[in-house]
């Protein structure tokens, strides 16, 4: 029997802790985030609200996909999310990794 299943993209596991699910849109997401990165360093390949276009087309949408059924998962899981989205605040504001990105939120 299979541990987890995917229906319509989401990853359901046996106990519902959103774990597996979480683990794939992180992966996702960091793939995703390093396009930012490349593209929007200090050379200036994209602007800021390209970088904004392709952060919710390709992160933040990935992220609120299905956020309804996984609300319930632990906040220790939903954490990952928020690390995500602290990677997202430093590469649009251009902050270096030493900062904290609250003051952008």
Known sequence: ???TV????VVFDRALTWNA???EVVTRCNKRLNLLIFEGDGRNKMGRQQRR???KALIRSDIDYSCIAYD?????????LDVIQSKVLKIYHALSY????????
Do not use: C, P, Q, W
């Open 1 to 3: 029997m299979e541990k």
């Open 6 to 9: 995917r229906f319509l993209g």
């Open 21 to 23: 699910h979480i683990d």
């Open 53 to 55: 276009f392709v952060y």
């Open 72 to 80: 319930m998962a632990a906040n220790s899981t939903k954490s990952r």
């Open 98 to 105: 030493d900062r904290h990105s609250n003051t952008y939120r």
